[in-house]
């Protein structure tokens, strides 16, 4: 069955790229840095990888993102990743990058956007693979720093197809991101969201009433909130959620209470994605392979599962 799930053509719509750093990758890109890691090696690395909340993973995510200093690091980071999605059928990507995680580390904007720019050129080039870069906000920092960032994005413009809001979600709600939002709008950009993994349903109104996205990353709160799930069945907005990624940072305890297909069959466009998939076990296949083991996922339901994200593409 994975290797039946492996050959779906399918887009990835909810992918951070420092979050596919690798263990391997990451010691590699520390000794070319000459850093020094807390880490003896790689096996150490992913015994740190037991993760109670989305903070504790976030502390342990922005110490990784530290090895990434060069043009030539953030160009190996995303070609790693998009060798992952030649090696699945991912045809199609939009991954998010988060510029205010390397900028506030004194690393120019311009030398991040380089390396994942190039990387992108030559996966569409070499490997066929289309994709389109989210530029993200750190919720967890204020709206004025978001701010500073969209403006040091002005001269790329034409790098991104979208404005997204990620990090912790507890106490940093999408009306906090409200006027950024509408100035990327007026200046043409698409918008989705983080919202409904630990944050309440009414997180997910805000994002789409106050941010106005197109797309709800996470989502799978929603399903506690009847007239919201009727409200995204109606309008058909899609829902990238992460698996994986979701019982590891327990907003599941088990694979098996997971409400993916209810929502699936219930008719909400919802789409399978990896995160930070250095982080959480497995890229898409490997979510799309622990839906058939742990909720009996059948090849009907996969293959509409594949097609939303298609389907769900900005770009």
């Known amino acids: 069955m994975y290797d039946w799930l492996n050959a779906l053509p399918k887009a990835e719509l909810h992918l951070h790229l420092e979050g596919s750093l690798e263990p391997e990758l990451l010691f590699a890109l520390a000794a070319r840095n000459k850093i020094a890691l807390p880490w003896n090696d790689v096996e150490a690395l992913r015994g740190a990888y037991a993760f109670n909340n989305l903070q504790e993973f976030l502390d342990l995510y922005?110490?990784?993102?530290?090895?990434?200093?060069?043009?030539?690091?953030?160009?190996?980071?995303?070609?790693?990743?998009?060798?992952?999605?030649?090696?699945?059928?991912?045809?199609?990507?939009?991954?998010?990058?988060?510029?205010?995680?390397?900028?506030?580390?004194?690393?120019?904007?311009?030398?991040?956007?380089?390396?994942?720019?190039?990387?992108?050129?030559?996966?569409?080039?070499?490997?066929?693979?289309?994709?389109?870069?989210?530029?993200?906000?750190?919720?967890?920092?204020?709206?004025?720093?978001?701010?500073?960032?969209?403006?040091?994005?002005?001269?790329?413009?034409?790098?991104?197809?979208?404005?997204?809001?990620?990090?912790?979600?507890?106490?940093?709600?999408?009306?906090?991101?409200?006027?950024?939002?509408?100035?990327?709008?007026?200046?043409?950009?698409?918008?989705?969201?983080?919202?409904?993994?630990?944050?309440?349903?009414?997180?997910?109104?805000?994002?789409?009433?106050?941010?106005?996205?197109?797309?709800?990353?996470?989502?799978?709160?929603?399903?506690?909130?009847?007239?919201?799930?009727?409200?995204?069945?109606?309008?058909?907005?899609?829902?990238?959620?992460?698996p994986l990624s979701n019982t590891k940072l327990r907003v599941f305890e088990d694979m098996r209470q997971h409400n993916i297909l209810e929502m699936l069959d219930r008719g909400v466009k919802v789409t399978v994605n990896s995160d930070d998939p250095a982080y959480f076990g497995g890229y898409v296949s490997e979510n799309f392979a622990a839906l058939h083991d742990s909720l009996g996922m059948t090849r009907e339901q996969a293959q509409r599962l594949a097609q939303n994200s298609l389907d769900a593409r900005l770009a």
């Open 62 to 242: 922005y110490q990784g993102a530290d090895v990434l200093r060069t043009e030539q690091d953030f160009y190996d980071l995303t070609w790693a990743y998009l060798q992952k999605c030649k090696a699945q059928n991912v045809i199609h990507t939009e991954p998010f990058f988060d510029p205010q995680t390397h900028t506030d580390r004194g690393i120019p904007f311009e030398v991040v956007l380089g390396g994942i720019r190039q990387a992108l050129k030559d996966g569409q080039q070499q490997l066929g693979i289309s994709s389109g870069l989210i530029l993200s906000f750190l919720r967890h920092l204020p709206e004025d720093e978001a701010f500073k960032t969209l403006e040091q994005a002005r001269p790329f413009r034409d790098a991104f197809i979208a404005v997204g809001l990620d990090s912790s979600e507890m106490g940093h709600p999408p009306s906090k991101f409200q006027r950024v939002f509408d100035k990327a709008r007026s200046e043409g950009y698409l918008s989705v969201a983080h919202a409904g993994e630990e944050g309440p349903p009414e997180y997910i109104w805000e994002a789409l009433d106050l941010l106005k996205i197109q797309r709800i990353d996470h989502g799978v709160r929603a399903i506690e909130d009847e007239r919201l799930m009727q409200r995204i069945i109606d309008e058909q907005i899609p829902l990238t959620v992460c």
